[in-house]
């Protein structure tokens, strides 16, 4: 294959000209997402913190940008054969409202771990152009279920980030913001998933604004980028935390590593519970819905997991805003875990009379408050064990009431997360 031919050696000066292309190209068809201040993480940080705000564009995911650019670009011949996509749910939203702007008929293929709201919104996008296939438990099992309905229908792929076409398509994102910022930022901070978006922005921003720190973000539990650059290619994690369903991919793109790693962009993790907080202090304070992975730049800033300087002008990506109201008990369940608020224990009680009433005088402190107690009264037993939930007051709380279970002579066991006790009971 050529140098030309071949996506992943283009110079970024290639790269570049497909940009300009692509925002010519979406030009009054992907909205021009506001760019805001905003307060809260400005006064946290102490920078200048703006929101680009893409949970607002069509489908309430930047997604449009690199689907609509892909499918715009085909023949008649690839539009008559059609198109396939796999995705976590926004890809497949851009693809939908692509398809049936375009009249090109579409199969999008989501793994079972797709938020139901997510699934409606692609079927109501896509209308009567696209079918729906729920297939799988993760992303990469509805990728392999596309590519074989690619090889076996003649279908055209639309990668949701391996492909220049939806690289560039991502990264007129960054045109925008340079475009409404109206100056270069200090700071770019971008959720990563397969590394379509980090690698289109990053590739633009060398050229359009050479000085601007690039800041990539992943969830910790699917760090696919970070483990390709740590073994100069990219590789298969060997497991996911699917929590963060729009960048919770196991292994990142073919195209997209080059991109990324000749960047010279940071590549940062930031952990699901940080990335939960922050999704509620979007709501509570900022009045803004955003889904786990559009959470995720934020969340970087809010947990301190980026450092900026006082003063500096940083731009984070609001990356989407689809998110299930149904999940809100998770989110707000890590959150708590996260914080240190919110911790888990296998009490063992003797079956007798007042054992409760002591394991709440002596043990729960004044500002504890238990939220779950599961237990079971065996009548042939002398103890019987409840799995007790405990919501502290305070984070610093934890250390005495560890002193008092210490102190206790009934038998306590912390359930400690990650453990595969806290995950089979929790």
């Known amino acids: 294959m050529s140098r030309s031919a071949d996506p992943a050696a283009r110079t970024t000066q290639d790269v570049a000209a497909e940009v300009r292309d692509a925002a010519r190209r979406l030009a009054g068809v992907a909205e021009r997402t506001p760019l805001q201040r905003n307060a809260r993480l400005s006064g946290m940080t102490g920078a200048d913190v703006w929101l680009k705000r893409e949970d607002l564009q069509v489908g309430r995911s930047y997604k449009i940008r690199g689907a609509y650019n892909t499918i715009s670009r085909l023949d008649d011949a690839a539009r008559s054969a059609g198109v396939v996509a796999a995705s976590a749910g926004n890809h497949g939203q851009g693809v939908a409202y692509a398809c049936r702007a375009l009249q090109v008929h579409g199969q999008v293929f989501v793994p079972g771990t797709t938020p139901r709201q997510k699934r409606e919104r692609i079927a109501s996008l896509g209308g009567d152009m696209v079918r729906l296939v729920v297939t799988g438990d993760s992303y990469d099992e509805a990728?392999?279920?596309?590519?074989?309905?690619?090889?076996?229908?003649?279908?055209?792929?639309?990668?949701?980030?391996?492909?220049?076409?939806?690289?560039?398509?991502?990264?007129?994102?960054?045109?925008?913001?340079?475009?409404?910022l109206g100056t270069a930022p200090d700071v770019v901070v971008l959720p990563v998933g397969g590394g379509g978006l980090l690698a289109g922005c990053a590739t633009w921003l060398r050229i359009a604004s050479p000085g601007t720190?690039?800041?990539?973000?992943?969830?910790?539990?699917?760090?696919?980028?970070?483990?390709?650059?740590?073994?100069?290619?990219?590789?298969?994690?060997?497991?996911?935390?699917?929590?963060?369903?729009?960048?919770?991919?196991?292994?990142?793109?073919?195209?997209?590593?080059?991109?990324?790693?000749?960047?010279?962009?940071?590549?940062?993790?930031?952990?699901?519970?940080?990335?939960?907080?922050?999704?509620?202090?979007?709501?509570?304070?900022?009045?803004?819905?955003?889904?786990?992975?559009?959470?995720?730049?934020?969340?970087?800033?809010?947990?301190?997991?980026?450092?900026?300087?006082?003063?500096?002008?940083?731009?984070?990506?609001?990356?989407?805003?689809?998110?299930?109201?149904?999940?809100?008990?998770?989110?707000?369940?890590?959150?708590?875990?996260?914080?240190?608020?919110?911790?888990?224990?296998?009490?063992?009680?003797?079956?007798?009379?007042?054992?409760?009433?002591?394991?709440?005088?002596?043990?729960?402190?004044?500002?504890?408050?238990?939220?779950?107690?599961?237990?079971?009264?065996?009548?042939n037993r002398e103890t019987g064990a409840a799995l007790t939930g405990i919501e502290l007051g305070s984070a610093d709380g934890l250390a005495g009431l560890l002193e008092r279970i210490e102190a206790s002579p009934l038998r306590i066991q912390l359930v400690a997360p990650g453990t595969t006790a806290y995950r089979f009971l929790i």
């Open 143 to 180: 990728a392999a279920a596309a590519a074989e309905h690619a090889l076996s229908t003649g279908a055209t792929p639309v990668p949701a980030f391996d492909a220049l076409s939806t690289v560039t398509g991502q990264a007129t994102v960054a045109v925008e913001i340079l475009e409404q």
């Open 213 to 379: 720190r690039l800041v990539g973000v992943e969830p910790a539990g699917a760090a696919s980028m970070a483990a390709a650059l740590a073994a100069g290619e990219p590789v298969e994690l060997p497991e996911i935390d699917t929590f963060v369903d729009g960048a919770a991919v196991r292994r990142a793109g073919a195209v997209t590593y080059p991109l990324v790693r000749d960047s010279g962009a940071e590549l940062l993790t930031v952990p699901e519970g940080q990335i939960c907080t922050e999704m509620l202090e979007l709501y509570q304070a900022d009045g803004i819905i955003a889904e786990p992975a559009g959470a995720l730049s934020s969340a970087a800033l809010s947990g301190g997991t980026v450092t900026v300087g006082p003063g500096q002008t940083v731009v984070c990506l609001l990356s989407g805003g689809n998110n299930d109201v149904s999940r809100y008990a998770e989110v707000v369940e890590r959150s708590l875990v996260h914080r240190g608020l919110k911790h888990y224990f296998l009490v063992e009680f003797p079956q007798e009379p007042g054992a409760l009433r002591r394991f709440l005088d002596e043990v729960l402190g004044p500002d504890d408050d238990i939220v779950l107690f599961e237990y079971v009264k065996r009548d």
